[in-house]
Structure formats: C-alpha cells, structure tokens
C-alpha cells in the first residue's frame, strides 16, 4: 500500500496564488489528499465575519480534502461559529467539540473517512480546548471542549478496526501532538499546528509519525507513504513551496 498526503497548517488567511497552485499541481501529480490543521481564516477568536472567509475559496481552489478547526475558526455563539465557517470547501472536524444543548447546529464533524488509492484511511481531528465547562465563558458559551487525549482513547477503537491508515488530525501544538502519540499509539500519523513550530522531517514518537508544516503558507509538507508490515514507512518527506514570511 502507498499513499501521499500533503499537509497544511496555521495560514492565518496569508493563502496567494502562487501557493494555491503549487498545492494544487502537487494534488493532482501525486494523486495525494490534502489536508489542513487549522487557523485557516482571517477572523480572529472573537471577530464574526459579515461575509464568507477569503482563505475559504483559496482553500477550494487547492482542492482540500480535510480541515481540522483552529481557534480562529471557532467562535462561542452559533452565529459566530456558522458565519465563520460558512463556505467551507472541505468537512470541517474536531471530535472534542461537543454542543450544550442538542438540537444546537454544530458545524463542524469529529472525524472523516474515504478509500484513497486502495487505501481506508480515517482521519480524527481535535483542537485546543477553548470552552471548558470549569470557565466561566462556558455560561455565554453554546459549546464546549473535552480533553483531546481523553476524546482521541474514546474513538480510537471505533476508527481503527475499520483503517489502514489512521490520522490525528490536530490543533494543539507540537508538545501536546507528542504526548497524543505516547497516549495513542494506534495512530499511524498525527498532523498538527497551534504552535507554529514546524517538525520537519517528521520524527516518530511511540512508533507515531508526528509532522507539522511552517506557518503563514510559508510551505507545506510532502508525505509519501508506504504500508511496511504492521506499520507505515515514510518513503519521501519534502517541504514545499518553503518560504521566509
């Protein structure tokens, strides 16, 4: 078995042209998914924005198959949260995101699979909590956040059996992706952001990949993977389109 993913992260709505199309001919050359790990869009934690967010139809030109959501495009309201993520070109995910009532609308899904290239491959996102029920915003807030490490024990034997490859998705910055990886070692990949501290090449931790790309579309992340026994071997990591920004 052998995919490839691309992987994106932090673009805090810096997307351009030339960019776009590198991730988009890069798609299409290696047939690969393309993935993001949230802080996509330009509105910061509290702003609501009148219209759709620009970095959306960037990311729809690109051709993403997945996004985690970041802080940014959280928001504790329901219109807040549905304006910000209105438009989105991809399924929006983070499993520890949970409403407090249930018929609250809910715009994001905790997890996304597919069969790429032969491959099952289901991909769990999760993000820094930012609402717990112990602060006191939980009272102004429509939703809540429960612990990723704890979610991530808690879907885990719901999404393994059923794929070959199974990504964490995360917005929680790099010490966090690493105590994830020790936790859940049935991950085969995490891929994060949060922190803006790129991990390329990417380094194994408890038998886990771990990988995060630069911020600020500054460059992305090549992954060509190969099914070795139990495990996936990365047969080429490359960092594209590196710039300084």
Not at 103 to 121: E, N, Y
Request: charged content about 20%; hydrophobic content about 45%.
């Amino acid at each position: 078995m052998r995919i490839a993913l691309i992987h994106t992260n932090d673009a805090h709505n810096r997307w351009n042209a030339a960019f776009v199309e590198l991730l988009h001919a890069l798609k299409t050359q290696h047939n690969a998914l393309l993935l993001d790990s949230g802080d996509c869009i330009r509105a910061g934690n509290l702003g609501i924005p009148l219209r759709p967010e620009p970095a959306w139809r960037w990311m729809r030109e690109a051709g993403y198959d997945a996004i985690t959501i970041g802080n940014r495009e959280f928001h504790l309201t329901v219109g807040g949260f549905l304006a910000k993520t209105r438009d989105a070109p991809a399924p929006l995910l983070c499993a520890n995101l949970r409403p407090k009532q249930p018929d609250t609308p809910v715009p994001v899904q905790a997890a996304w699979q597919t069969v790429h290239r032969g491959v099952r491959v289901a991909v769990l996102g999760l993000t820094v909590p930012m609402i717990t029920p112990r602060m006191r915003s939980a009272a102004l807030s429509a939703y809540l956040f429960d612990p990723p490490i704890e979610t991530a024990r808690a879907w885990i034997p719901r999404l393994r059996p059923e794929a070959d490859l199974l990504i964490a998705l995360t917005h929680i910055g790099s010490q966090h992706d690493r105590r994830l990886a020790e936790a859940c070692p049935e991950f085969d990949l995490i891929l994060g952001g949060h922190s803006h501290t790129p991990i390329h090449p990417p380094e194994q931790v408890s038998g886990v990949w771990v990988s995060q790309s630069p911020p600020y579309c500054g460059g992305a992340v090549l992954l060509l993977l190969q099914r070795a026994g139990d495990h996936w071997a990365i047969e080429q990591a490359e960092l594209v389109g590196a710039t300084n920004p």
